[in-house]
């Protein structure tokens, strides 16, 4: 049950931030939108099952990164529907060692988006290959007895990942 310091903290970011919140999310939908207020509703039930809301030193870049999480999660349930691809769980983590500079701060959100951005480019197939692999560890011989796809096919779908990641993120910078 929420606490009082939960639905406040809730409160305010969603009086702060909730309309930049559902923009981050609409953008990032690809013609989903009718699932926008889903996920809103997601990202606010995380947040008032965190623990100790004190604890969270910036709570805009707490949402956005729930909201990250919930929006992959969103992806992969589509993904695992009978006309996609089946997938697991969501994006690796950019772990921005930004100190309590907010500059870096804003700047390591700024290439975080970024990322997140080119692999919301990737195909579903693709995509599911890389999150296995890269953020859940999967081996390629695991992650082609999940998705149904040989092993060769794996290492190609990763491999066509990695190229992309690469080029598009060297092209931003």
């Not at 969270?56 to 729930?66: K, M, W």
């Not at 089946?86 to 921005?96: F, G, K, R, S, W």
Request: glycine content about 4%; charged content about 25%.
């Amino acid at each position: 049950m929420p606490t009082e310091d939960h639905q406040a903290f809730v409160n305010e970011l969603v009086q702060e931030h909730g309309q930049r919140l559902r923009s981050f999310l609409a953008r990032r939908l690809h013609g989903a939108g009718a699932d926008l207020p889903d996920l809103v509703q997601e990202v606010y039930l995380r947040l008032l099952r965190i623990p100790d809301v004190q604890t969270i030193r910036s709570p805009r870049a707490y949402l956005f990164t729930v909201a990250i999480h919930v929006l992959h999660q969103h992806r992969l349930n589509l993904a695992s529907s009978p006309e996609a691809v089946d997938i697991a769980e969501a994006l690796p983590m950019l772990q921005a060692r930004s100190g309590d500079n907010p500059a870096e701060q804003v700047e390591a959100w700024d290439r975080l988006e970024g990322f997140y951005e080119v692999l919301g480019e990737l195909p579903p197939k693709t995509y599911a290959v890389f999150v296995l692999h890269r953020q859940y560890g999967y081996s390629r011989e695991e992650i082609a007895s999940q998705l149904g796809l040989s092993y060769a096919m794996v290492k190609k779908h990763l491999a066509q990942a990695l190229v992309h990641c690469r080029r598009r993120l060297d092209a931003m910078e």
